[in-house]
């Protein structure tokens, strides 16, 4: 699980409803139905029109990356390749063929195959680097949606307080009502921009962090293929593929081992 998302988003939420205690006020006061339904109601219907579906759809399952967080292997994945590299020069690249269905990263078998396959390495890279894209363009739509919301959260706020205070003026004469419409106007506005920067926006900033962890990886391990295919030596890629890593990780690896 990701930590620092899980304990982000209570703290920040837990501060805020702390700092409102500490002012003299209850939790109780900034929960307004009312406002909750014209904020995330209004926020919604906008968001849903300016995406399609899919997109929508993939950006709430993309939530659970934010909390669970998404798990690459760089280290496994360089020893891995390391070791098919130590095999294709003492074997030939053929001798990887009976290892392609052990592979459980997709897009590693995927490349691996084609390399076998003695499809040329920019043909390769191409094909490779088209899948890439994709895959970095999924992310960032998932982000754009919540930067969206992000967007049109304070502004609808806004309206929410519009229309509160609206209700305050139609109703000067009776306290109760315009003490009602105050609250709602105001706790609209809270609402609104607290949503945005507490949970809309950072949730946005972790998908587009997330995207650029994953083709990272696949960049790492496209290189990989690639330096197999031209027949470098194995600890020439293990150096090369270990610039991927971060410098904590870098300084930790433990290379295989063995000789070409």
């Known amino acids: 699980m990701d930590l620092a998302s899980i304990v982000g988003i209570f703290f920040g939420v837990g501060m805020i409803l702390l700092g409102q205690v500490l002012e003299g006020g209850s939790p109780k006061q900034v929960m307004q139905v009312t406002a909750a339904i014209i904020v995330f109601g209004g926020t919604i219907g906008a968001v849903m029109l300016q995406f ?20 690459t292997d760089s280290v496994g994945q360089i020893e891995l390749i390391v070791d098919f590299a130590r095999r294709a ?42 899948e890439m894209a994709t895959v970095e363009e999924e992310w960032k739509e998932k982000a754009e949606v919540w930067e969206a919301a992000g967007g049109y959260l ?24 315009v003490g009602e419409g105050i609250a709602v ?32 990886f696949k960049e790492m391990t496209l290189k990989g293929v690639l330096l197999i295919q031209e027949g470098i030596n194995h600890s020439i890629i293990e150096e090369e593929l270990k610039g991927y890593l971060d410098e904590k990780t870098r300084a930790k ?8």
Do not use: C, W
């Open 52 to 71: 399609k579906p899919a997109t929508l759809i993939g950006a709430v399952l993309g939530i659970k990356t934010v909390f669970l967080g998404h798990k």
């Open 89 to 130: 020069r003492r074997e030939g690249i053929l001798a990887l063929e009976k290892e392609i269905p052990n592979v459980s990263d997709p897009f590693f078998s995927k490349a691996l195959s084609m390399a076998v396959d003695g499809l040329e390495p920019k043909t390769l890279y191409e094909t490779m680097e088209t």
């Open 154 to 177: 304070p502004t609808v706020g806004i309206i929410g307080a519009v229309l509160g205070l609206i209700v305050v003026m139609g109703n000067l004469t009776d306290i109760e009502k």
């Open 185 to 216: 106007a105001f706790v609209a506005t809270i609402y609104g921009v607290g949503m945005a920067n507490l949970i809309s926006l950072p949730i946005a900033g972790k998908l587009k962090a997330t995207g650029k962890q994953i083709v990272k």
């Open 253 to 260: 690896f433990v290379s295989p081992g063995g000789s070409a």
